[in-house]
């Protein structure tokens, strides 16, 4: 078969590009951990106040270890009435903090700034995700997921001390 010389040159510039995508995700799977989150469990949308999301919060686990479930609704994220309203969400510098996560009417997100959780929240599904705090500051949990009318005003805060 004859390849011309253009032909050539765009096999073997498609063939390195495609050689760089599984380069990074196999960096990213082994280097970094980076995971396509999945379901954890399923529960009834319309009855989570028989779930474990029936008090949503902070839960602290030994050491610096905790857990904190939060539910999004249209059009706020949910942790519990001590949290406020948007809820801010306090862990000491270091935490390992796992989220479950679900939605309770449509589709939402939950993605959390400079950190790789990056959550797609199904109605019915519980989505978990781990996340270590190493720096102090203030970072936005957003909803990403276009919601309606006020799926710009849905977020929350994290604050690292
Ligand atoms: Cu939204």
Not at 10 to 18: I, R, Y
Not at 97 to 104: I, R
Not at 119 to 139: C, D, H, M, W
Request: proline share 6%; with cysteine; hydrophobic share 45%.
């Amino acid at each position: 078969m004859e390849l011309n010389k253009l032909e050539r040159y765009w096999l073997t510039a498609v063939g390195m590009m495609l050689g760089a995508f599984v380069a990074a995700t196999i960096v990213a799977l082994l280097f970094f951990g980076i995971r396509l989150p999945s379901p954890v469990d399923r529960i009834d949308p319309q009855r989570l106040e028989e779930t474990v999301f029936a008090n949503p919060g902070i839960r602290q686990l030994a050491g610096n270890r905790y857990e904190a479930y939060v539910v999004a609704k249209s059009w706020a994220f949910e942790a519990g009435p001590d949290l406020g309203t948007p809820p801010v969400l306090r862990f000491p510098r270091g935490a390992e903090v796992t989220f479950y996560v679900t939605s309770k009417d449509v589709m939402h997100g939950f993605q959390i700034e400079g950190h790789t959780a990056n959550l797609e929240l199904v109605p019915g599904q519980i989505a978990k995700t781990t996340v270590r705090f190493n720096r102090s500051g203030e970072y936005a949990i957003i909803c990403n997921h276009y919601c309606g009318a006020g799926h710009s005003v849905m977020y929350a805060t994290i604050r690292v001390e």
